[in-house]
Nanobody
Framework: QVQLVESGGGSVQAGGSLRLSCVASGLPRNTYCLAWFRQAPGKEREFVTSIDGRGNTAYKDNVKGRFTATKDLARNALDLQMNNLKPEDTAMYYC????????????????WGQGTQVTVSS
């Protein structure tokens, strides 16, 4: 059974930093896609970043230069270093994974974690 566990959320002031981690267990293969999404109250869930099985990364435009995603194969984890946080970054952050393709493409993010809350005050 695949399980994703997020951690690292918290409350910070604008301009501060947090480092989120998503640790995956019960992996059916060693190539996979991991991604972060977020959802603020009253808003739709939105894509933040992803890394596929070949190490290709993608970022939402408004986090580029501030957020850095790193896949740690030794820990089966996707870490998200978030710098220069802004109030609009406040959201529940969810980790998601796609294990459905041999090459680890980000096609079907059908496995989700429970979320970790990030709150940025001004």
């Amino acid at each position: 059974q695949v399980q994703l566990v997020e951690s690292g959320g918290g409350s910070v002031q604008a301009g501060g930093s947090l480092r989120l981690s998503c640790v995956a267990s019960g992996l059916p293969r060693n190539t996979y896609c991991l991604a972060w999404f977020r959802q603020a109250p009253g808003k739709e869930r939105e894509f933040v970043t992803s890394i596929d099985g070949r190490g290709n990364t993608a970022y939402k435009d408004n986090v580029k230069g501030r957020f850095t995603a790193t896949k740690d194969l030794a820990r089966n984890a996707l870490d998200l270093q978030m710098n220069n946080l802004k109030p609009e970054d406040t959201a529940m952050y969810y980790c998601a994974a796609d294990f459905s393709t041999l090459r680890g493409y980000c096609y079907d993010l059908n496995t989700w974690g429970q979320g970790t809350q990030v709150t940025v005050s001004s």
